[in-house]
């Protein structure tokens, strides 16, 4: 193009002209040749007009064949301002002697347009509009959507590059989290497997095989390891006062004392409820099980700060140790359990080695509870009778059934060994209906033989009481004996009362519309709410016989048992002190207005038959003389 430009040039310069010759002639008729054929489009113009452009050129901007010659140049422009704009671009260059290269679009005929790649010269640089200017033309419209299809499709491919990258990569994030949640849970699930979820100390899992492990090193290290099987003294009564929300709080910071108590090598397990185990590897031997036992009870034995109460808890010890108690974990974790019953029967807040003499014990108390199953099937059980008196006229105003176990080869078996064994197994249930049924029973009996009437006062367990169809399983007991609703009263215990005090509170209202009279049993060893103890329809209070032993001579009980006769009174309900036992005791509760008083210096609980003989008529209900059956 160049080249064509240059030729077209020097052809019209006009030293060419001034020659004259024949040879410029014949270069003439081979540029107009050469200007006919080319592919590319060409013009002259001079003065703003085209004198000349070739077929090309005019095929491009659609005008017919020398229709251009002699027409002004902006009529390939699109407006006379764009002519002008192209103009002042040009110029310049083309004066000094440069090419002017650019792209455009050029204007069709017909209204159309096109875009062309434009190269401009100036023949004579001095004078480039009246001596002449040669533009060469390429319709590159073709080349330039080709270009922009190519770009379009490029920018296409980008884009969907990126969002399938950008969609990778949110996948490939996704299946991290997938991964690390999966990682997250199944560690989770690892840690459960072995450890409590309560407290996050190892479970019964976990310890098994940290106890295999200390085992196998003391065998080969000829050293001892030792079991301490730990019971939370009277958890149960904190629990059921408190919720089980403080109860859950206890057993955390419990588990917190015992961690700080762990020396390296050992582990501390949760079992259950409230009993945790304490592994010491490596140990010496039992000198080393006690110190570490004695550290127990101290550090445990602490007061906790849990939701603005503070708590006491005590434990309860038992030790085995390997080699001598044992070879293999259950054998080592049953005698530290064993050992930790016999801890608790001893006075409990103390620790005990297993020896053969807690052999027995356990062996005894398993058999016990296994012949426990049956008591009631065989008609062992049986109930005993204790009156209460009113301590302004000395008449009897209640009476209480007590149950008793009468074992075949054992004879009378104490309640206080065989009733927290029927609330550790569950038979507490059954063993309190049979209770309540017989009571009722007993009731109808001396009703039809005119003797009384006075209320018949039942004990109810925690387990009992917590029985939602409580309520109609009394009203169908106390219809099956023939006996009024206000004929009997229920004594629950403090501790049993307080629990889930919504279901409770309903309970006591259901029982009080029948027209039963409500006790609360053991007053003072729980953890009553006053609040609650307003709003529950509760008729009596049952000072505990703990509180009545020691007084008057102690002044802490005296002033706690006067404390509790002035709050019966404010709420207007009747006191009874239980354990009374000689005229001392009377007489103080006589003077600070305790209304009935329940204890050996009046009477003790007795069969029926025993009770009917004595009692029948009163002419000395006082009677303290032992009454033979």
């Not at 064509?4 to 014949?26: F, I, K, N």
């Not at 251009?68 to 390939?76: A, E, W």
Request: glycine share 8%; hydrophobic share 40%.
């Amino acid at each position: 193009m160049a080249h064509v430009q240059a030729e077209l040039a020097s052809a019209s310069a006009p030293e060419a002209h001034a020659r004259g010759d024949c040879s410029s002639g014949q270069l003439l008729l081979q540029y107009e040749a050469i200007l006919e054929n080319a592919s590319i489009g060409i013009a002259f113009t001079r003065d703003q007009r085209f004198e000349h452009v070739n077929p090309r050129f005019e095929e491009m901007v659609g005008w017919p064949h020398g229709a251009l010659t002699g027409q002004h140049g902006s009529v390939v422009w699109r407006s006379q301002e764009e002519y002008g704009a192209i103009g002042r671009r040009v110029g310049p260059l083309l004066a000094r002697g440069q090419s002017a290269d650019f792209e455009h679009e050029i204007a069709r005929r017909d209204g159309g347009t096109f875009i062309a790649r434009i190269r401009a010269k100036a023949v004579d640089p001095r004078q480039p509009v009246h001596g002449g200017t040669i533009w060469i033309v390429e319709d590159i419209t073709e080349h330039r959507r080709t270009v922009e299809a190519l770009r379009r499709a490029h920018d296409e491919l980008e884009k969907r590059v990126r969002e399938r990258t950008e969609a990778l990569a949110r996948a490939n994030s996704r299946l991290r989290d997938e991964i690390a949640v999966r990682e997250t849970a199944e560690r989770r699930i690892r840690h459960l497997a072995h450890h409590d979820v309560l407290t996050g100390l190892p479970n019964r899992r976990l310890l098994h095989k940290r106890l295999d492990l200390a085992l196998t090193a003391a065998r080969g290290g000829r050293c001892c390891v030792a079991v301490i099987f730990i019971d939370l003294d009277r958890f149960k009564t904190i629990n059921d006062s408190l919720g089980h929300t403080v109860g859950d709080a206890l057993l955390k910071a419990v588990a917190t004392r015992l961690t700080e108590v762990l020396r390296p090598g050992d582990t501390v397990s949760r079992v259950g409820g409230d009993e945790f185990v304490l592994i010491l590897g490596s140990t010496s031997g039992p000198d080393d099980a006690a110190a570490v036992s004695q550290r127990l009870l101290e550090h445990l034995s602490r007061p906790y700060e849990i939701g603005g109460y503070s708590l006491r808890v005590t434990p309860s010890l038992g030790i085995s140790v390997f080699p001598g108690d044992g070879e293999d974990p259950p054998t080592l974790l049953s005698r530290a359990d064993a050992a930790m019953y016999h801890a608790k029967a001893e006075g409990r807040q103390c620790f005990r080695f297993f020896t053969e003499e807690v052999q027995r014990a356990s062996t005894l108390r398993l058999q016990l509870e296994n012949e426990l199953h049956g008591a009631i099937a065989r008609g062992e059980l049986l109930l005993h009778y204790q009156p209460r008196f009113d301590l302004v006229d000395g008449t009897l105003s209640a009476v209480e059934a007590l149950v008793r176990w009468q074992h075949p080869r054992r004879g009378m078996v104490s309640p206080a060994e065989f009733i927290p064994l029927a609330e550790e197994t569950g038979l507490i249930q059954p063993i309190g209906d049979w209770v309540l049924r017989e009571a009722c029973r007993q009731q109808r009996r001396w009703r039809d033989l005119g003797f009384g009437p006075w209320p018949m006062a039942v004990n109810l367990s925690a387990r009992q009481f917590g029985s939602r169809d409580l309520t109609e399983s009394i009203r169908a007991i106390v219809a099956e004996a023939g006996i009024e609703p206000d004929a009997l009263e229920i004594e629950i215990t403090e501790s049993a009362l307080m629990h889930d005090t919504g279901q409770t509170l309903e309970t006591l209202r259901s029982l009080a519309a029948l027209g039963i009279r409500i006790s609360i049993d053991d007053f003072g060893t729980g953890y009553s709410s006053l609040a609650y103890l307003k709003r529950f329809p509760v008729h009596l209070l049952k000072i505990d016989r703990s509180f009545v032993r020691d007084i008057p001579s102690d002044a802490d009980d005296a002033t706690i048992v006067r404390a509790i006769a002035g709050l019966a009174r404010s709420l207007g309900l009747r006191v009874v002190a239980e354990g009374v036992e000689n005229r001392e005791q009377e007489r103080f509760l006589q003077g600070i207005g305790c209304d009935e008083g329940q204890g050996f210096l009046f009477a003790p609980p007795m069969p029926a038959s025993v009770f009917e003989r004595r009692f029948a008529c009163q002419a000395s209900p006082r009677q303290t003389v032992p009454v033979a059956d």
